[in-house]
């Protein structure tokens, strides 16, 4: 039913949330080792004048958190082959991408992976065996480069 469903995927979520809060904050602590300061100084100065942080970790637990999940669905060429595209590479166009090129805000972005999810003839999802696409990066140089994120799908 759809609150078992709902019930399963957010102790899912709630798992996996706290895995990559787990692994984020390992990560600051290691960055913060990396940034030193003179003896008395802070790390960072808030622009109000009022507020410094003299740790990475001060300054992450005070940042802004955007924990959330996206969700794409990956039309089929035959959805689009009545469409205004003026031909079959249009079509196929349309099904490569998914969202456009943008910049996320932030000292850095934890994340995974997309899976692909599909439903089954029995209603349940599961998923799926296909590849769920490419994810890419725009460099300083304009220049737009794949992702590997290896055989485990983790990167650091």
Not at 54 to 82: C, I, Q, S, W
Not at 113 to 123: K, R
Not at 138 to 150: A, E
Request: aromatic fraction near 8%.
């Amino acid at each position: 039913t759809g609150d078992a469903c709902s019930a399963s995927f957010q102790a899912k979520a709630d798992e996996f949330r706290l895995l990559i809060s787990t692994t984020a904050k390992a990560f600051t602590q290691r960055i913060g080792d990396l940034f030193t300061t003179a003896e008395g100084e802070p790390l960072l100065r808030h622009f109000d004048g009022e507020r410094s942080f003299d740790t990475m970790e001060d300054v992450v637990a005070n940042a802004e958190h955007l924990e959330h999940f996206h969700t794409y669905y990956k039309p089929t060429p035959a959805a689009h082959a009545n469409s205004d595209s003026a031909g079959p590479s249009d079509a196929l166009e349309a099904v490569t991408s998914t969202i456009d090129l943008h910049a996320d805000q932030g000292i850095f972005i934890a994340f995974t992976p997309a899976i692909l999810v599909e439903d089954s003839a029995n209603g349940e999802a599961h998923v799926a065996s296909l590849e769920a696409g490419q994810f890419y990066v725009k460099l300083m140089d304009g220049s737009t480069v794949t992702m590997d994120f290896g055989d485990d799908g983790n990167v650091l």
